[in-house]
């Protein structure tokens, strides 16, 4: 019998089961990590504490504290938008002041006439008085009827219909006499035109069933229960104080400045010039991207003036920082909010500020010393409008519009950096075009007669609404609605009054492309006027060349250093190949300077030749169908006249290609320039002829030699400009009465480092291109319905003309290839759920949490050793 085999030990299926697993509670939650592979030399696992997640935490708190004590400040002629970086949204405080002046202004000066019309009132019930640059043009001027008149013209209407239309003939026949009533008529033409060409029927009579309702329209009474938007008013004392939540005091801020109702009176008849009687005054220390010294310098005197602005502006800016952030009580509703931040704690916060792209170098180094020295903030970094909007809006390449309260900013962006020759400043802005839309409610016999916007700030703030309310540029809105507003002054019962219009609202947009409505005097910048004529051409030959010279010879005194803030400092915005493009005569000193026009030899008879060839190269920035640059081939001077003598036929076609190009409604509004643009009279090339061939037969020694060799582009159009100014001509003062599409056209060839957009060099068209497929408008005043698609036809409308004449027989103004398309100007919005005037702040604010800004910020000790200097060390547009 064989032996058993030996039985075979089974493993079991699992291990053992730990004894440790039974108990309720372990004795650690730390886990121990494993040993560092030391194969792996170069791994950097745990080596560091930053790999831990409490030093990561900690670094994500510092860095919100620190994002939360950096204050971002956007100035603006309206408002003020302050926040900390760290917000979504700014707090936005009305950039005002009033104060009770117990002693007459320094200088008295009537107001300014907003509108070539000076004769009509702008309250009828009283009728202004002239000053003597009114009377001179008494005879060309007279005043519209005023509120009786019409209402008896209306009673005279039902009683016999034929006296009725004789008066409306003679009213007719005053207004044609108005200049501004001629410059309406051309808009409503133009209008019309627009309409025509895209199939829009327009009502009959329109205009005058519209004048007729609102003629007969009386007011009906609202009680304040039933007024959902009632506001409230601050009480103005005898003794010169005002009553407000914190007591009486004679210093209001912000919107109680704008609430005081001593400031909108129910009679304006006793208003006469500001400031002559002691009384309440308003004051704005920012106006039209600058310091406003000139205000201050009337109302103190040029000895106090500045130190009274600097004050105020940072009383404001006090103010907003340190009011509260919300309001509770009912008592509260009229002060503005602010961050909430005490005035002992500045010195651990750092200001970001925004300014316009075309700045003042005296006004940056006052506020400077403002937020750095007086106010105590621990630093300072300053940034552009463009350049930060284009931040905010998340693009790389783009050209930015600016549409402000009292100015417009222009400038090209490209990879972060700005470019210098594309800035343009324009001297009008959204007030404007309330204050137009004012002037053409009056004449539509406006329910509210008594409406004073100048003496009244209730009666501007109602313009406003209206504005935002009605005012529009797309034409398929031109017809007979029926509206109604409210109007709300002080101690008085609120009015409700109905209102029909036609083709008012997109009227009152169009002075955006029409900007010689306004009055030479409104469109003035501030500080610009000291270069008066008489002034520029006094000023010796010898002083402009030792300026020029200065800069061509050493580039460390073209800008390193900032004059000091005064009431003789003229306004010193740099000039650039923008301005100097919309020049409509350009002197051949100025040709040389800016390296377009060669410098002539003396020969006999040369005055004759050489008017032709200034002729050539002079420029004219209003037509659209014969754009000129400053470089023109002198073999095309028999192609001179019919470039800029065209008729509507020759022009129709052009427009109607634009249109095809473009698929918006408000395509039309590009398609109609101005009859006076597209007819220009034949003495005009006599004329700039004539000028430019005294200015190179003059021989004058002050004349730039062709052998000088400028560091810059900037250097070269400072020179220029120094002696544009012999000829008494201002660039940068001329340039900002430039209509809107032609400033936007004019930068867009400025990008191409030429002034008629020369597409010869390295990116150029690229360039033109990329910049041309991305306009944007930012600003208040971009809110105004149908601008972008205006603006985008308008502009799309001169770069064709420019580089692709729709005219065969008019050959294009550079030379081009042969199947060469001109670029599309493609207007894009802003980024969804952002208005356009928070943009600019938002992008700042986005910059603020880059690491790089920390090699940018501008310490109180760098301020105080080395000043404006180290504000230009650290800034890249300085």
Known sequence: MPAEKAAKQILPANAPEDETRGLPLAYTSFHA?????????????????????????????????????????????????????????????????????????????????????????????????????????????????????????????????????????MQQDEDLNDPLSRDIERLRTELRAIMRQYRLRSVGNGYQSAKSYNASV?????????????????????????????GDSDLLIGQEALRLDALSPQDTSQCGIPGEKPGWQLFRPWYRGMLNVEQ?????????????????????????????????????????????????????????????????????????????????????????????????????????????????????IEEGLVLPETRIALAYGGRDVSLFFGEILQRSSFPYGALDASNRLADLALLESLKERFATLLPNQVSLNLYDFIVRLPHTQAKKYALRLYDEPILAGLLLFHPEVITREALALPRRSVLSSDQIQARSLEEVEAAT?????????????????????????????????????????????????????????????????????????????????????????????????????????????????SGSDVSQLAAQTDVDTLAVDANES???????????????????????????????????????????????????????????????????????????????????????????????????????????????????EHYTPSNPNRAPIVSVPANFSAPQATVIPPPRNMEPEHLAWKGLAVLAHLDSLQELWVYASDWDTLGYRALKEKSLFL
């Open 549 to 661: 010279n200065a800069v061509t010879m050493n580039a460390s005194l073209g800008g390193d250093e900032a004059p000091e803030l005064t009431t003789d400092t003229v306004c010193d915005v740099t000039p650039t190949l923008a301005m100097f493009s919309t020049m409509r005569t350009v002197p051949e000193s100025v040709g040389v300077a800016l390296g377009t026009i060669k410098p002539l030899a003396a020969a006999p008879n040369s005055a004759n030749s050489t008017s032709t060839t200034s002729a050539d190269k002079s420029s004219s920035t209003e037509d659209s169908a014969g754009e000129k640059g400053l470089e023109i081939p002198q073999d095309k001077s028999a192609e001179k006249s019919t470039e800029k003598i065209s008729t509507i036929d020759s022009t129709t076609s052009s427009k109607n290609l634009a249109m095809e190009k």
């Open 686 to 800: 006599a004329k700039d002829s004539a000028i430019a061939a005294k200015s190179a037969s003059s021989n004058q020694p002050g004349n730039p030699p062709s052998s000088v060799v400028y560091a810059s582009q900037t250097q070269r159009c400072m020179a220029a400009a120094a002696f544009a100014a012999q000829e008494g001509i201002d660039i940068v003062s001329d340039a900002s009465r430039t209509s809107l599409d032609q400033a936007v056209f004019r930068s867009l060839l400025a990008s191409t480092g030429s002034v008629d957009g020369k597409l010869g060099g390295a990116g150029n068209e690229e360039r033109l291109r990329k910049l041309a497929n991305n306009v944007m408008c930012i600003g208040g005043g971009a809110r105004l319905a149908g601008l972008g698609e205006a603006l985008e036809a308008r502009v799309s409308l001169l770069l064709a």
């Open 33 to 169: 990590p494993s040993f560092v592979n030391a194969k792996n030399v170069s791994s950097s696992y745990l080596k560091t504490e930053a790999q831990t997640w409490m030093s990561r935490k900690r670094k994500v708190d510092d860095s919100e504290d620190a994002a939360s004590r950096r204050i971002v400040i956007h100035l603006g002629s309206e408002h003020i938008r302050i926040g900390r970086s760290s917000d979504v949204y700014p707090t936005t405080v009305p950039c005002a002041l009033a104060r009770y002046m117990r002693t007459p202004n320094y200088r008295c000066k009537p107001r300014v006439d907003e509108f070539k019309s000076s004769g009509v009132s702008v309250q009828p019930e009283v009728p202004q008085e002239k000053d003597s640059e009114q009377e001179t043009h008494a005879a060309d001027e007279k005043p519209s009827l005023n509120e009786s008149q019409a209402e008896a013209d209306l009673a005279d209407s039902a009683a016999s219909p034929s006296t009725h239309d004789e008066s409306q003939q």
């Open 218 to 246: 009386q007011p009906e009474p609202v009680l304040e229960h039933n007024d959902v938007f009632h506001i409230g008013w601050v009480e103005a004392l005898p003794q010169g104080r005002a009553k407000t939540h914190r």
């Open 296 to 412: 201050y310098e009337d109302v103190y005197g040029p000895s106090a003036g500045v130190h009274a602005m600097l004050n105020d502006f940072q009383t404001i800016v006090s103010h907003a920082i340190s009011a509260p952030m919300s309001t509770s009580s009912d008592d509260d509703t009229l002060m503005s909010c602010g961050l909430g931040i005490p005035r002992n704690q500045y010195a651990d916060y750092s200001v970001l500020l925004l300014i316009p792209d075309s700045f003042s170098r005296a006004d940056l180094r006052a506020l400077g010393t403002v937020f750095l020295t007086q106010m105590g903030f621990a630093a300072l970094n300053v940034q552009t409008e463009g350049l930060c909007a284009m931040f905010g809006a998340g693009l790389s390449a783009a050209c930015v519009v600016d549409v402000g309260a009292t100015s417009i900013g222009i400038s090209c």
